[in-house]
């Protein structure tokens, strides 16, 4: 069973940082897809970015160049750092894993929430203007 426990998550001024943590159990990190995922009050839940076994990466339009995804095998532990951060990206943050689905990334499926079997309760992302 993976088992994934989000942190990290606050209250910032727009601009500020914040780097979220996604720490998972009983999942090897050697295969699979683990994706960031955003939901807004009232709005339909996002991939945020996404990243497969071999550490390729996948980004929204809306987070290029700000966010950064990333993973420590040995901690079994999946990251977002956030800099830049805009009042619209104020949202709950999930991340999500899909073990046995390592395509996802390469074949632009990364953002349906339906191909993830595993997700985490959220850490809320407060952004002010």
């Known amino acids: 069973q993976v088992h994934l426990v989000e942190s990290g998550g606050g209250s910032v001024q727009a601009g500020g940082s914040l780097k979220l943590s996604c720490k998972a159990s009983?999942?090897?990190?050697?295969?699979?897809?683990m994706v960031w995922f955003r939901q807004a009050p009232g709005k339909e839940r996002e991939g945020v970015a996404g990243i497969d076994s071999d550490r390729h990466t996948a980004y929204a339009d809306s987070v290029k160049g700000r966010f950064t995804i990333s993973k420590d095998r040995a901690k079994t532990t999946l990251y977002l750092q956030m800099n830049s951060l805009k009042p619209d990206d104020t949202a709950m943050y999930y991340c999500?894993?899909?073990?046995?689905?390592?395509?996802?990334?390469?074949?632009?499926?990364?953002?349906?929430?339906?191909?993830?079997?595993?997700w985490g309760q959220g850490t809320q992302v407060t952004v002010s203007s």
């Open positions: 999500a894993a899909a073990p046995y689905s390592d395509y996802l990334v390469d074949e632009n499926l990364w953002t349906e929430p339906q191909q993830f079997g595993f």
């Open positions: 009983a999942y090897t990190f050697g295969s699979g897809v």
